[in-house]
């Protein structure tokens, strides 16, 4: 066998779409050593050379699996003129911190308990207010063949993704669910 030379790594990172940072972190490595290794300023150990290739094995294996296979489904969301009450005791009863206001199978925004939490300590009452009165913006979307490392860049910024199809919801997609796969 031999081994991959400075060239077919930088390639291969590339091809995986990952940045030199994304690639040390996986690999456990620093991200200036990446960048020596791939000018050919370093002639890396075989045991590094190993982690960059078992990181390069475990992208591609992401890569495979698409938001379809981890959704969870049907989602528990609300509508936007459902009062505020309903809201969060459905967020109570679930266990969620966090739900997607759905119109007609089409997002419109979002609610989360940050906002409700604000709202009940200047309020002191919930009476009238529904949730498009507190909704924020909706959760980014992705389809049903987005790789689960699209997905995962996506919650680094988001609390959940939804999945759509045909124009609609068909599930949504948290940490936890990303979570998940790494425990098989």
Known sequence: MQLPTPEDLKKKRIELGLTQSDLAKRAGVSQPLIARIEMSDVDPRLSTVAKILTAFDEVKKEQQIVAKDIISSPVIHVQPKQPLEEAIHIMNS?????????????????????????????????????????????????????????????????????VMEKGSVTGVITKSDIMKIVNG
């Open 94 to 162: 679930n266990g969620i911190s966090q739900l997607p206001v759905i119109e007609n199978g089409v997002p419109v925004g979002s609610l989360s308990e940050g906002v409700v939490v604000r709202t009940i300590a200047v309020k002191k009452s919930l009476a009238g207010i529904t949730v498009s009165d507190l909704m924020e913006e909706s959760f980014p979307t992705v389809p049903q063949t987005a790789s689960v490392l699209t997905v995962s860049h996506i919650l680094e910024r988001s609390p959940a993704v939804l």
